[in-house]
């Protein structure tokens, strides 16, 4: 059976221990998805250009 009250414990013991990411550890965050989501894009266009030619 699924244990809630040990779910729920644990659930609190993330939510003590987690922080907020400070200013610097944000913007990092966001350049880092942001230049993974291009990449992404890219290969994208690049595979249906090579597929388009083939």
């Given at each position: 059976?699924?244990?809630?009250?040990?779910w729920v414990k644990q659930a609190m013991r993330v939510?003590?221990?987690?922080t907020r990411p400070r200013q610097k550890e944000?913007?990092?965050i966001?350049?880092?998805t942001g230049i993974?989501?291009?990449a992404v894009g890219l290969i994208g266009v690049i595979l249906s250009f090579v597929v388009n030619l083939v």
């Amino acid at each position: 059976m699924f244990d809630i009250a040990g779910w729920v414990k644990q659930a609190m013991r993330v939510m003590n221990v987690a922080t907020r990411p400070r200013q610097k550890e944000f913007e990092r965050i966001i350049k880092v998805t942001g230049i993974g989501m291009i990449a992404v894009g890219l290969i994208g266009v690049i595979l249906s250009f090579v597929v388009n030619l083939v």
